[in-house]
């Protein structure tokens, strides 16, 4: 019996796709002076992280993620340096289960008890599920010989309050990342890798606001 050529094509097809990662440059960066919070008082800090992520069309709201970014770890501990006087700081990650856990919810209120100021860092990773569905069909359909896009907006927003859960400060960057998949662009993927390019959207966004936390010397 003649096999059919068609699942050799789909096997070799997924074997040679390659991709090519671009992004946008930050919206929102802080365009005042860089200052140091010289002199400042010694602050405790509880930074609360929020890893969201929504597809338009096919999710109703965001969702909480269990991971966010690879290696957020490092990236927020190297933005934490902008900040001057943080003499102890706590993280907590916020998960989907929490609403069932009263044990996590206790340590977080105590966490911000504890702590002079609280950032709550809230990171959203947004598609839309008609581009990406549109783009993985045609790009299934030829082998992904045509080259297509599947397109993510990310928006890093902080929100800084006192002890007392007074609204101090907020701030926002936005930015957009591209990956084009295609087969032949197997050969530009080590230069345009996706994952690097998302961690510089955290990193430069993480820094900058932290940047500005610092020169408008709220924590004191």
Same mark, same amino acid.
């Given at each position: 019996?003649?096999?059919?050529?068609?699942?050799?094509?789909?096997?070799?097809?997924?074997?040679?796709?390659?991709?090519?990662?671009?992004?946008?440059?930050?919206?929102?960066?802080?365009?005042?002076?860089?200052?140091?919070?010289?002199?400042?008082?010694?602050?405790?800090?509880?930074?609360?992280?929020?890893?969201?992520?929504?597809?338009?069309?096919?999710?109703?709201?965001?969702?909480?993620?269990?991971?966010?970014?690879?290696?957020?770890?490092?990236?927020?501990?190297?933005?934490?340096?902008?900040?001057?006087?943080?003499?102890?700081?706590?993280?907590?990650?916020?998960?989907?289960?929490?609403?069932?856990?009263?044990?996590?919810?206790?340590?977080?209120?105590?966490?911000?008890?504890? %702590? =002079?100021?609280?950032?709550?860092?809230?990171? &959203?990773?947004? #598609?839309?599920?008609?581009?990406?569905? *549109? +783009?993985?069909? !045609?790009?299934?359909?030829?082998?992904?010989?045509?080259?297509?896009?599947?397109?993510?907006?990310?928006?890093?927003? %902080? =929100?800084?309050?006192?002890?007392?859960?007074? &609204?101090?400060? #907020?701030?926002?960057?936005?930015?957009? *990342? +591209?990956?084009? !998949?295609?087969?032949?662009?197997?050969?530009?993927?080590?230069?345009?890798?996706?994952?690097?390019?998302?961690?510089?959207?955290?990193?430069?966004?993480?820094?900058?606001?932290?940047?500005?936390?610092?020169?408008?010397?709220?924590?004191?």
């Amino acid at each position: 019996m003649r096999r059919s050529p068609i699942l050799p094509a789909l096997l070799c097809a997924a074997l040679a796709v390659g991709c090519a990662a671009s992004r946008s440059d930050i919206e929102g960066l802080y365009t005042g002076p860089a200052a140091r919070n010289t002199g400042a008082a010694p602050v405790s800090v509880v930074f609360v992280f929020r890893h969201l992520s929504q597809q338009h069309g096919f999710d109703t709201i965001p969702k909480l993620k269990f991971e966010g970014v690879k290696d957020f770890d490092n990236l927020f501990r190297d933005a934490l340096r902008e900040i001057s006087n943080v003499s102890r700081y706590e993280t907590f990650t916020e998960l989907p289960d929490d609403v069932n856990d009263p044990k996590r919810r206790e340590k977080l209120a105590t966490a911000r008890s504890n %702590a =002079d100021y609280a950032v709550e860092l809230e990171l &959203l990773e947004e #598609s839309s599920f008609k581009q990406q569905f *549109l +783009s993985a069909t !045609i790009s299934l359909l030829s082998l992904t010989v045509i080259p297509m896009p599947y397109d993510w907006n990310y928006t890093i927003r %902080a =929100d800084l309050k006192g002890k007392d859960g007074t &609204l101090r400060a #907020s701030y926002q960057r936005r930015a957009t *990342l +591209s990956d084009w !998949i295609q087969t032949f662009l197997i050969f530009v993927y080590p230069f345009h890798p996706i994952e690097g390019k998302r961690e510089q959207i955290y990193s430069e966004s993480l820094l900058d606001i932290f940047r500005e936390i610092e020169s408008e010397k709220i924590l004191r």
